[in-house]
């Protein structure tokens, strides 16, 4: 444990040594304290990320280069193992891609040999990091791993062709020989934008990635962050905010699609039945979490937002103590 975080886990054990009260919001920090990824984590990331952008962008075919996922739009719910990278290419190089056919292929594939070239971990002319590229079985995107590519939790960086169109870009769909129209960037200013308006926008994602993720069923991180968009408040507390985002969820279609318009359902295969289920359990409990705190019941109000939010949010003693000793809240911007 560093210095720095022992002075600040004493001097909140001393606060409560003097009598602090501690409730619901300080059990909120330690659960964002838990479901945020680690400062260092994220700060080795971008620095992949950015080795990466370095690179690439240095090959003569290459117009721009950027980041297009939840580490870009700071909503990666921790542990943070992968980076999103769209490669623009200059279209007088490769006048064919766009058209149906081989064409996809052969982009994701050139992505392969710049990575190789520029990166590769034994020959890399611009840095040895890459220790092995997949593109076998890859639909949009190169795979390249920077660590061992037989650990699960090998961290990795999606390199994705594009050409710039006026309406977003075209991205390979190689199993189907062809190129679909995409608009990232459409996310990631909404999100942005919902972030300047209420600054807890991108934490509270996270939480209800993490609340995703503890249900026995699947649910795609980015159906929870599009759900956000259209259902968390702009304002208030964090527990009234997610108060109404559950309660305005639950009346959700459920019919989830890209919000750019372009691409239809995030999740196909998505159980929208069970979705509903838990959006409407989480709605009574985490209603009743908010009139427990009215009423200055803190141990039941925090106990009913553990049985939504899971284990991690630590619940009050009837005394007024928390069970669990508070840890230290970590700022941690996450693209």
């Known amino acids: 444990m560093s210095d720095s975080e022992s002075m600040i886990r004493g001097a909140a054990l001393g606060a409560r040594k003097g009598g602090v009260k501690m409730g619901v919001s300080t059990s909120f920090d330690e659960l964002q304290a838990d479901v945020d990824a680690d400062v260092a984590v994220v700060k080795l990331a971008r620095e992949r990320r950015d080795a990466f952008k370095a690179a690439l962008d240095s090959a003569p075919d290459v117009i721009s280069v950027w980041g297009s996922g939840s580490l870009r739009r700071s909503t990666q719910l921790q542990p ?23 064409s996809s292929s052969d982009a994701i594939e050139r992505c392969r040999e710049l990575v190789t070239e520029l990166l590769g971990v034994t020959a890399g002319t611009h840095e040895r990091l890459v220790r092995q590229v997949n593109t076998a079985n890859r639909n949009r995107a190169a795979k390249c791993f920077i660590d061992d590519p037989d650990d699960p939790d090998a961290f990795t960086v999606d390199v994705m062709p594009a050409l710039r169109q006026r309406d977003g870009i075209l991205i390979p769909f190689k199993s189907e020989a062809r190129w679909t129209l995409a608009d990232p960037e459409y996310l990631i200013n909404r999100v942005s934008e919902r972030q300047t308006a209420w600054n807890r926008f991108r934490p509270m994602v996270r939480v209800l990635k ?40 639950s009346r959700h279609s459920l019919s989830v699609v890209d919000p750019a318009g372009l691409s239809g359902a995030i999740q196909p295969s998505l159980d929208s039945a069970a979705l509903r289920r838990a959006l409407e359990d989480a709605a009574l409990s985490a209603a009743s979490a908010l009139r427990a705190a009215a009423d200055g019941n803190q141990a039941e109000a925090t106990r009913l937002w553990r049985s939504v939010l899971g284990p991690a949010f630590p619940v009050v003693a009837a005394t007024g103590g928390a069970a669990t000793g508070p840890r230290q809240v970590k700022d941690s911007p996450q693209g």
């Not at 993490?210 to 968390?232: D, G, H």
């Open 80 to 102: 943070v193992h992968d980076v999103d990278l769209v490669v623009e290419f200059d279209p007088q190089f490769y006048p064919d891609w766009g058209e149906e056919g081989a």
């Open 210 to 249: 993490y609340w995703a993720r503890q249900q026995p069923f699947k649910v795609k991180s980015l159906v929870m962050e599009v759900l956000a968009l259209e259902c968390l408040p702009d304002s208030g507390n964090r527990a009234a905010a997610l108060s109404g985002f559950f309660a305005a969820a």
